[in-house]
């Protein structure tokens, strides 16, 4: 971690040409011409060359006003409303501030299920590479409207850790109210290396319009990094923040790309897939995993939680209840209980294969 200028680092930012930027509710409702100063700056690197994918928040922000609520609601229908009505006041917003600047954009709805789900995924990409192709910038937007799990659990912080990889995106910049992540002592940290090293600086987030917050952005930066993307954490209420970290400016938090990067299959089941169990693994079978990255053994399963599924993603624990990692299973709950705690006389003794399985990183 470092408080001064980062030089060599942040030299790299600028031969970066695939970008993701994600802007959320708080930022666009500040009342500060956010919209017009973002197309600027997307207007800005489209001529330098660079390609730009946009993740917005703000169409629940922008309809509960509309439909004349006081205050964001918290029950899912009207959150859903919400969504629906603010969701053509966004885009209208967006259509006029780039197209003011000759800027072509398109929205592109997301659930999870539509990244999560390989085919999906693989047809969101092409179309998403199409857009960028012809110049056009993408904005992306989880589909609240319909998304009942999105809406109470997700954020859009999340899904821009989940489209950088699906768009091969160098730099991810999360874009906040603040000029990045801060000290104890209210001092910007310029660079991060390890995660880690600033949780303890990380609140809660007390917008009245949004669901992220630092810890979110922290959260979704770590993912990025992991997939092998630079990361930076800005101020959005700053005119040519966005041009001063693509030149390589000593602006905002940057985070380094991960040392050891998640394959693109493995970041799937890390981040992408939603474990739908537990498997809880003995001391031996969790320092197996832990240490020597080592298959999932039925003789070393002590139990398991939850209806999974051959192929659904599981949480793997220790026998304290840690986690240790997560991967794809190769049996159900039902054969998994079943098996537990014996040496296998079947095909196969292994419920989770090494290449299916993501460790992390030892606390």
Partial sequence: ???????????????????????????????????ARLASSVAALRKANKSVVLVSSGAIALGFRKLGYASRPKEVAKLQASAAAGQTLLMRAYEEAFGARGVTVAQVLLTHSDVAERTRANNARAALAELLAVGAVPILNENDSVAVEEIKFGDNDQLAAMVTPLVDGEL?????????????????????????????????????????????KVEAARRAALAGAHVVIADASVDGQIEAIVRGDDVGTQFLPAADRLSARKYWIAFTLRPRGDVILDPGAASAVRDRQKSVLFVGVLGVRGEFRAGDAVRLLDATGAELGRGLAKQGATDAVRLAGHTSDEDDNVLIHRDELVVWPAP
């Fill in 1 to 35: 971690m470092s408080r001064s200028k980062a030089k060599a680092p942040r030299e790299e930012l600028a031969r970066l040409s695939r970008i993701v930027i994600k802007i959320g509710s708080s930022s666009l409702a500040a009342g500060n011409d956010a919209t």
């Fill in 172 to 216: 991810l910049i999360l874009l906040s109210d603040v000029p990045g992540v801060l000290d104890h002592e209210g001092k910007r940290v310029s660079t991060v290396r390890d995660v880690k090293e600033i949780l303890p600086f990380l609140r809660k987030s007390k917008s009245s319009v949004g669901t992220g917050g630092m810890a979110s």
